[in-house]
Nanobody, 119 residues
C-alpha cells in the first residue's frame, strides 16, 4: 500500500521554526522526486519545494532562504526545515511523490499536517 505520512506540524510564534517530516512506504523512495506543498484557507494549493533523487532542489520564491528541503533515502523520509516563520506560512502542508523537479506534480499525496504561525 502506497502511503505518505506527514508529521511535525503545530502552532509556532512568528520568527520561530518547525521541522516537518514525510515518511514514505509502498514506493521505491529513491527513484521518486519528492515535494512539499501547502494550502491556506481560501487559497489554491501551491508548491513549497521539491527535491530530486540526487537532492537537487527547487523552491518557491516565498520560502527561499527560510525553508530547507532534504531527504534521507536510508529512512524513506523527506524533511522540511522551516525557519523565520511568518503568519502567511500558515497552511496545511502536504507531502507529494512522483513529480518532476521543475514540472508536474506527482500523483501521490499525503493527508497533510497543519502549520499555524501566530502570536
Amino acid at each position: 500500500q502506497v502511503q505518505l505520512v506527514e508529521s511535525g506540524g503545530g502552532l509556532v510564534q512568528p520568527g520561530g521554526s518547525l521541522r516537518l517530516s514525510c515518511a514514505a512506504s509502498g514506493i521505491i523512495f529513491t527513484t521518486n522526486v519528492m515535494g512539499w506543498y501547502r494550502q491556506a484557507p481560501g487559497k489554491q494549493r501551491e508548491l513549497v519545494a521539491r527535491v530530486s533523487t540526487r537532492s537537487s532542489t527547487n523552491y518557491a520564491d516565498s520560502v527561499k532562504g527560510r525553508f530547507t528541503i532534504s531527504r534521507d533515502n536510508t529512512k524513506n523520509t523527506m524533511y522540511l526545515q522551516m525557519n523565520s516563520l511568518k503568519p502567511e506560512d500558515t497552511a496545511v502542508y502536504y507531502c507529494n511523490a512522483g513529480g518532476a523537479l521543475f514540472g508536474r506534480d506527482g500523483p501521490i499525496w499525503g493527508q497533510g499536517t497543519q502549520v499555524t504561525v501566530s502570536s
